[in-house]
Every structure is written in structure tokens, then in C-alpha cells.
């Protein structure tokens, strides 16, 4: 490909994609270790809800995002060797989570994570794919 515009945007959906399989399996493992509790299903008010889920179902959560995206932006890079999408990658992941932590009350420190942790995970992903991006 030899538009860098276009290998950059091929990168981020790249990073999409690889960042929405890996969250999909964190998450799929966390409902098969954790799975909801059972009067769970009664509740109506989705703050009441969140109570009951245990802490560690919500911290598998972050744990979703970070590795998300750091999957993400590790594809991102090894398709443009660039970091730009990497971080447009783990800007999306950060907003989706937020969005996310907003629209069903979330615990604060849960947004917090779901903000920092997709950024952090684009610092990681940058210093695993450092000979990537130096193969200019």
C-alpha cells in the first residue's frame, strides 16, 4: 500500500477490530470465571444492579480495556509502523469506555479507569513495538 493515508486508516480499523476481539475474550473469560449473580436478573434500576456485581467482574472490566486496547494499538503499529493510530486507537477505546461508565452508573473509579488505562496501554504498546516503529 502506498498511501500513507491510507495504511494509517487501514491501522485503525486494524486496531479496532484487534482491540474489540481482545476485549470480547477478557470479557467472555471474566463471565466464565464470574458469572452474574443469580437476583441479578429481578433488578430494575441499573445503579441497584451494579451494587451487586462483585468487584472482581468490574475490575475484569478494566482489565478488558487495557488489554483491548493494547492489542489494538499493537496491530495499529505493526500495519502503519507509525504511533499515530496506535493513539487514535486507544483515544476510541477511552471515549467508548467512558461513554459506556456513563450511560449505566459505574462506579468513579471505574470511569477513571476506563479513561486512563486505554492511554496507558498505547504507552505499553509503543515500547513493545519500538523496533516496529524504528524499521522506517
Known amino acids: 500500500m502506498s498511501s500513507p493515508l491510507m495504511r494509517n486508516i487501514l491501522a485503525v480499523v486494524a486496531g479496532l477490530v484487534a482491540a474489540m476481539i ?3 475474550i477478557v470479557q467472555a473469560i471474566s463471565d466464565a470465571m464470574l458469572p452474574p449473580p443469580p437476583d ?7 445503579a ?14 478494566a ?3 487495557f488489554l483491548g486496547a493494547l492489542a489494538g494499538a499493537c496491530a495499529a ?12 486507537v486507544g483515544l476510541l477505546i477511552a471515549l467508548l469506555g467512558v461513554w459506556s461508565t456513563r450511560m449505566v452508573p ?18 505499553f504498546a509503543k515500547r513493545l513495538m519500538i523496533r516496529q516503529i524504528e524499521a522506517l
Open 77 to 88: 503499529i505493526a500495519v502503519s509502523r507509525r504511533v499515530l493510530p496506535a493513539w487514535i
Open 22 to 24: 481482545a476485549m470480547a
Open 63 to 65: 482489565l478488558a480495556w
Open 106 to 123: 459505574h462506579p468513579d473509579w471505574l470511569l477513571a479507569a476506563s479513561a486512563v488505562l486505554p492511554l496507558v496501554a498505547v504507552l
Open 48 to 61: 441497584q444492579a451494579m451494587d451487586l456485581i462483585p468487584i472482581e467482574a468490574r475490575i475484569a472490566v
Open 40 to 46: 441479578l436478573a429481578g433488578v430494575d434500576d441499573p
